[in-house]
């Protein structure tokens, strides 16, 4: 398919945005022009899911016209086109700037259908005319290989919303809305989707959303009774009861209920105009009274329950069962239309009781009358930029993170929250970017050590304020809600329409969005490969309370795997950064929001630690991704090491530094290489991913034939399966997390885990040849130190002072080399420093 | 610690369980028992966070009886121990079977206190007797090294509820209560867990159960209005909202609210009394309605919103800052006690406040008074047997899964629906076993084709009904609501007292659970190493949809990460399966029913495909794990081969079986060795899995020195992960899922994957020394094939005839070999199958 690009734009019409029109009755000729656009709706979404060819009906209707393989959903289909014509009036006459989530966006063929109709489609497909090439051409790409998907995806215009995993709809409609006052989300739920856990709490959203300063959401749970093989909950509880669910939730409900045994769609046309009048004139109030500031609570915003039959339109019954409103609609309801004579008859009746040559002139083109409906330019809701938002995506004004460093006279000199110095940078990120960066995190940004961004703003909270609350305002730049699906959702809806953010949790419990993240990764994936989708700011997580610091909560807080899950996917989506200082987060986020089209997941512990590396180096090993600490080995100018100690992550880099510390004292003829990896894809092949290094520079870091004892952060294997084809592979020897560990303290956690410092030297005495044998008193002497800190620890309930004093001294050599200024006192290993 | 076993069991009472109870004031020395046991709890709940020694407070409180960390959440715990104060007066006066859910299960010192104080805990850990050096080992163990973790775990006696992530309570809670006809479950939820998205759902569990054959789910909103850092949502909104919402989701709330402002809880106490007195006999009423066939319609059950102080009880001010009723008693509100003289003095205050010197005698017992308030023996909510639900555990009776084997003649000689077969045999597990298992799903258990237990049993449901609703019915062993966290939930609920189950999902979507499997599978661990906690039956996945076949969805469905995600789990708890037809996949489930302790993940498609296996055959190889199919090889007797072809799974099985019939009839001298893994834990070493094999086992099933060439139904990467350290690893090549393939058809998905027959050939011949330079031309008309089959996928819209009409076909010495019976017609490999 070619493609060219959208370049429409909305005018800003500020508080106007939003009138109030006096009601009036529709006209029938607005009724026959909505039926119309909703009969050639429904006709293009059937016509997409069953055929080959002759898609104006203009021949009789034969097997070879039908695909060999009829897949789709059409039971969600008709009320979103429904939806869809009728929307398409409001915004014509109130030209109010709207974008569609469609919940339900299996049903993909109504989403093609409409942005077909309203010609968005053949001005970004320039091969699928409004003519009957171009319907035949439609109809067959559908579900069809080298086609389209039967979901709304990237590829569907106006879409912000992958119709994969239902759940979704609110969290990306208010993130669509947040900071977008003059933009209307409508967004349909469907009462499948209703049922998850994630939609089920996106109603609260509601207590989140500023009237003034942000968008409106127009929730509209579309009830038509069924999922695949089950009826819903919510369309089967008392109507009392629903409404009283949804007034609950703190909504205006307005109830538009039709089309049943047989009614007349122009009656039910009629009511759901009215209401869509209603609503938008009660939004239009509030929007009113909140510029005015006359608005005193948060508003009970309105919402629209449309209960309709599933499958509205199709045949009654197919083979004696029903099919319209019945969950037998689902999918395909003539699934041998092909193979069936009876049903390729029903099919055409089907058909042709949207009476296409109505709707379709000679030449294949939809009449004016059908066009007319709607709106113009950009104000269509498949073509409104806010839907494609890297066309609106202004880079972020970043101040100069050089200017936040932490000073470094030398290696583990000083002891800084990491986060917390990340936290006075994004205060001044905030401070310059005021309406398009926002921070979202289940209530963790404050514990995650990120206060200080509430010097300059304020936790947006639009529910009752009591005097004792501190920095909850109307509006501000972070948002917090104990749902992590909330905080993702959000952010995706944020950043899907052109703007920027992060999301700050607990690294256990990021978990609770894998499949979430699976499906914006996809987004991101698909949306490269479409030249009018534009990039979009990467979704950036910070994860801050990582396993090896679980003070207060202990092994129910405790799983890495999040890396593990996200290097799983497409190589040119994913990228994860393991920064271990303050200078090294910076960095790193620095070069997250300048970042576009990835998932960067940044893992980096708010506890006080040591400062590695001054800015300037911090730069310079952020930049390459991995480096060789020459200060904290003790390699000889020419020669190879006789082992390579590798960490990534702070609590890792911590203990083989403290490991390389003790060997340089016990054992100081060995030539140790320290190497640290922050930018973990680095160590993949550069063939597999463009961050992976060449084997070349990968041997010349490692080594091709020395051990290499390797912390990680995370667990073991991700270490084995991103270096399995690397040359000395078999002498890699890999600690991490091994789910060890509940109550304890953080040197207990490490030893538990085999990472601890002490571990770490047994394992270079007994992976160097013949390092063992010599140094056999030094072996004993560190699991002396090992069971003396465990029973310390089980005794004080702290971590033993030789380790919890413990600070970094440097080398002779590499002080003469690097240091200027001294470091803090020795207490390296204690008695453990020492061998003959 | 010791341990000794609950053997108390609670009578059956049949239809009285729940009676109904004239209401009567409560006398004052209930009111002081209620007080007392409460001052009690609170005071061992707080010396839990912080003493070391001095329990008692009987010499003055210095910085030496102070923890050096200390570590906790006193926030939720008050609260949590006057419900159970009052719960165990009702349980006490209306012998109630009751169990005790922790939402909130951060809260872990007040239920351990509560344990405490009810004598269970004595009984299970004989070294923490009720006196007063048990209650310094119980202060000192909390949170300690070595000790219990901070939060409601598998070692806290009446918990069957991790208190790590939130929103599960009540799903836990409704699992429980399924089948548990005279059960009361009160489940406690926390205003923040109340935020999250499977909470916020949970609440919709009451359509589906049974009010006369299940039991009774009490569920208690506990709002002290905040979480960590911020107010919660459900707390700040108007009280006729929250109401509203609370009858939304079908409930009759009851609202008690007190002890603000200092307010004497006396009148909380007698609120809350008489609340539970009027909602237990609305319960009995109910109960009583539904035994006489006299309840019309779904009961409004009721439930109670406590509103309550956060920290209730702490100081209400500290440093000038609110504790009491704020946030900052979430944790530890004096995290200074030990080195601030002041806050010392503070908490001496705090602990003395509930005058322990009136609870305790001198011995450091508990008073009379408070202990008769327990319950007695398996009444107790911390000894109810059923929240240790291996000791009520069941086996199955499990039908003979052999006779409900497919013939397979000859490998590849029938077709089958693999899960259509195994629903079979769980219709006969259903009707062996209708009080004690059930299957779960999102609506998924038709279209997984397990439809044949619908024969025996229908879904429950207990909204409303239409006529054309099908196999709905008040009760039924199969539970189905579109959220998998409800499943999860239910599932382990239920598991977690003594029942048996499977939860049948599409394997992208059980990504949505990853977090929930993690605890569960966290809590296995634990209960492993707890001598009272009985073997509960294992969790038992079915994915059946699988990324190889998701014909109606695309790639938004697709995912096979789970499986990664799971062995990243202690190796003792989890198993993995990948049947590959209808034999192999009634046999992997057989095994599954009657494991215990395990999270099996099974893996298995639903679409027809050829069965390889007889019954005995299967048998052979699952007990294995992995095996050769010699019949589907080329080796010669005594000789190795020249290079092995691996499979897991049931596509990568079949499409290593039409590559190696390729091969035969192409490349006849080639000696190929056909590998299928149906365990994928077999692959890992014997050293880190129980069912791993040893390194003479794997050599002399995959060689040391030639190809290997897997094909893998998940990523590539995670069979290099298990197989790292094996003996010629660097020669094997893992073909798998690696994200690609949106709308397409089954041989073109495999193909895009590069997985694919041809694509395997060709492996080999670049693989297998010297053979690619000999069959040059073979491998063009493989890649020939490949195109062939891609244009006419295009072209047609399904696979080319070559693909979709192959069959296995034997070669002449495995027919000598092995089968007896004729196999179908062959046309193997069309013109791709010949070569000089």
Redesign the interface.
Known sequence: MSASEPTASIPDRGTAAFSYRENHRLGDETLAQLDAWWRAANYLSVGQIYL?DNPLLREPLTREHI???L???WGTTPGLNFLYAHLNRVIREREISTIYITGP??GGPGMVANAYLDGTYSELYSDIGQNADGLQKLCRQF?????????A?ADTPGSIH??????YALSHAYGAAFDNPDLLVAAVIGD??A??????????SN?FLNPLTDGVVLPILHLNGY???????LA???EE??????????HTPYLVSGGFDGEDPAAVHRRLAETLDTVLNQIAEIKASAAAGTLQNRPAWPMIILRTPKGWTCPKEIDGL?AEN?WRSH?VPLASARDTPEHLDVLDGWLRSYRPEELFDNSGTPIPLITDLAPKGALRMSANPVANGGVLRRDLVLPDFRDYAVGVPAPGATVNEATRVLGEWLRDVIRANPDNFRIFGP?????NRLGAVLEVTD?Q?N????P??EH?APTGRVV????E??CEGWLEGYLLTGRHGLFNTYE??V??V??MF??HA?WL??SKEIPWRRPIASLNYLLSSHVWRQ???????Q?P?FI??VV???ADVVRVYLPFDANTLLSAYDHCLRSVDYVNVVVAGKQPTFNWLSMDRAIEHMTRGVGIFEWAGTEVEGEQPDVVLGCAGDVPTLEVLAAASLLREAVPELKVRVVNVVDLMRLVSEGEHPHGMSDREYDAIFTTDRPVIFAYHG?P??I??LT?RRAG?ADLHVRGYK?EG????PF?MVMLNDIDRYRLVIDVLDRVPGLGERYAGLRQRMQDARVRARAY??E???DIPEVADWTWTEGPESQAREVNTGVGSSNVGGTESREG
């Open positions: 080959l695909k060999p393989r897949l789709g959903h966006g299996h579900s069809f290989p080298g086609g389209i998907p039967s979901h995806s992958e119709g994969g995993e239902l759940g499948g989707e049922e998850t856990g994630p939609l089920a709490t996106s109603w609260h207590k999922k695949i093989a089950n009826p819903t909950v089967r509880i008392p009861e629903l409404l009283s669910l949804m007034r609950g939730y703190g029903p019945n999918q209530d963790e940004t404050v514990s936790k909270w529910a009752a304020y009591l004792s609350d909850l917090e809600m104990l749902s699906h909330q256990a419990f978990h609770i894998d499949s699976n499906q996809k994936k698909t003070d207060h909560n202990g092994s129910s807080h799983d795997g593990d899950h799983n996917k497409k667990y294997w991700l084995h399966r399995y592979h789910e509940t109550t304890t303290t207990d620890t089980r004080h309930g702290e």
